[in-house]
C-alpha cells in the first residue's frame, strides 16, 4: 500500500508561515505527479502548487509570490512552503501524489488544517 502522511499545519497570524511536508511511503522516483490540494467548507478542492513530472511547476494564482513547492528526493517528502499567508489561505490542505508501483496508484493525504488568523 502507498501512503501518505501530511504534518505542518496549525494556526498562524496573518502575514505568517507555515511549511506541510508529505511523507510518501515509496520512493518518489516512482511518482510522476505530486502536489498540494485545499478545500475550504462549501467550497471546491482546488489546485494550489504541483510538480509534474518533467513539466513545469504549477501554481494557482492566488499563491504565486507566497507558496513554493519542493521535494526532497532522499526523504521522499515533497513540501508546501507558505509564506505571508492571509486569512483567505484557510482550508484543509491535501498532499496528493500519481505514479507507479506494483501498479499504477494515486493516493491522498490525510489533510492537514491550516488556520489564518486576522
Known amino acids: 500500500q502507498v501512503q501518505l502522511v501530511e504534518s505542518g499545519g496549525g494556526l498562524v497570524q496573518a502575514g505568517g508561515s507555515l511549511r506541510l511536508s508529505c511523507v510518501v511511503s515509496?520512493?518518489?522516483?516512482?511518482?510522476?505527479?505530486m502536489g498540494w490540494y485545499r478545500q475550504a467548507p462549501g467550497k471546491q478542492r482546488e489546485l494550489v502548487a504541483a510538480?509534474?513530472?518533467?513539466?513545469?511547476?504549477e501554481l494557482a494564482d492566488s499563491v504565486k509570490g507566497r507558496f513554493t513547492i519542493s521535494r526532497d528526493n532522499a526523504k521522499n517528502t515533497v513540501y508546501l512552503q507558505m509564506n505571508s499567508l492571509k486569512p483567505e489561505d484557510t482550508s484543509v490542505y491535501y498532499c496528493?501524489?500519481?505514479?507507479?508501483?506494483?501498479?499504477?496508484?494515486?493516493?491522498w493525504g490525510q489533510g492537514t488544517q491550516v488556520t489564518v488568523s486576522s
Open positions: 496528493y501524489v500519481r505514479g507507479y508501483y506494483r501498479g499504477n496508484f494515486d493516493v
Open positions: 515509496v520512493s518518489i522516483f516512482n511518482i510522476n505527479y
Open positions: 510538480i509534474p513530472d518533467g513539466g513545469r511547476i
